[in-house]
Structure formats: C-alpha cells, structure tokens
C-alpha cells in the first residue's frame, strides 16, 4: 500500500469516528434537553394544581364566612 493511499484510509477513518463522535454528544445533548424540558413541565403542571387547590380551599373559606357572618353593601361598594 503506498503512503498517500495509508494516509487516505487514515484521514477517512478518523473523519467517520469523528462524525460518529459528534452525533452521539449531539444525541445526548438533545436528549438531555428534552428531559428538562418534561421536568419543567411537570413542575409547572404541579404548581397549577397546587394553585387550584388554594383557590379552591379560600373559595371554600369565603363560603363558609358568608354563611357566618352578615355582608351589607357600603357606600364604596355600589356603583353610581
């Protein structure tokens, strides 16, 4: 084999595990991008739950107080 066809075989074969290298760290990177991005969904997902259940529990305790307790309108409560 002479010498420029052993440094073809060795430039070519060093670009495809070069190649192959770069698309695995790609692959991983987006993977690992798209996890965080279903993390930060489920975060979100439980905050508005959590957000609903407060909602829920103070529409719950103003109920409660109506029933308890007399509210008559103020002056700054009607309109004009």
Do not use: W
Not at 5 to 25: D, N, P, Q, R, S
Not at 65 to 77: F, G, H
């Amino acid at each position: 084999m002479s010498q420029a066809a052993k440094l073809t075989l060795a430039g070519t074969t060093l670009g495809a595990i070069g190649i192959v290298i770069f698309v695995h760290y790609g692959q991983q990177a987006e993977r690992a991008a798209m996890h965080a991005g279903v993390i930060r969904d489920m975060e979100q997902q439980r905050l508005k739950r959590e957000r609903q259940a407060d909602f829920e529990m103070q529409r719950a305790l103003e109920q409660e107080y109506r029933k308890i307790q007399t509210v008559s309108a103020t002056d700054k409560d009607t309109p004009n």
